[in-house]
């Protein structure tokens, strides 16, 4: 697929000075196969990987004046929420349960017109009175590619909200 992406954009991999990937939140198999494969390319074509948080890709993919509660389903009554207005961070990433999570928007923009954005953002639509929802699945390449060039370099290492639902026998 990424051979594909390379050739329609008319690119060879050696055109490639640097990467960026988001780190989480999310689940643990997609961090991993997404993590281990950019850092791999990144490692053969001898270029920096930078890591952007999840949350704030996805806020980016959302073009409003409005805050902006990003949202991402973490299973069991709990989400992955990060908080933005004029587009920086202003708490976040954090996993919280849904109760959690609707007391800190309505703390936060109490009277203020909100956008809840991302995969989650269905989970928190009553959570706010004036929230408007923009669902979208994934963050769009273009902003991750965006926030790692106007962020400081942030090495692409995975971030865990919460413990694995594996665990090993016995321990």
Not at 83 to 107: C, F, H, K, M, W
Not at 115 to 120: C, H, K, N, V
């Amino acid at each position: 697929m990424v051979q594909s992406v390379m050739r329609s954009a008319g690119l060879a991999f050696t055109d490639l000075t640097s990467l960026a990937v988001t780190v989480g939140p999310g689940s643990f198999t997609g961090l991993r196969v997404g993590l281990a494969f950019a850092e791999g390319l990144a490692l053969a074509l001898d270029v920096r990987c930078a890591g952007v948080d999840t949350l704030t890709a996805m806020a980016a993919k959302v073009a409003t004046k409005t805050p902006i509660a990003a949202v991402i389903d973490a299973g069991r009554g709990r989400v992955y929420l990060g908080l933005y207005q004029s587009g920086a961070q202003i708490v976040g990433p954090r996993s919280l349960s849904l109760e959690s999570a609707t007391r800190l928007i309505n703390d936060t923009f109490p009277a203020a017109a909100l956008t809840l954005a991302g995969p989650g953002a269905h989970l928190l639509s009553e959570a706010h009175p004036f929230a408007v929802t923009a669902v979208s699945d994934y963050p769009d390449p273009r902003d991750v590619l965006k926030l790692a060039a106007a962020s400081p370099f942030i090495p692409a290492r995975p971030l865990y909200l919460r413990e694995p639902d594996a665990k090993v026998k016995g321990a």
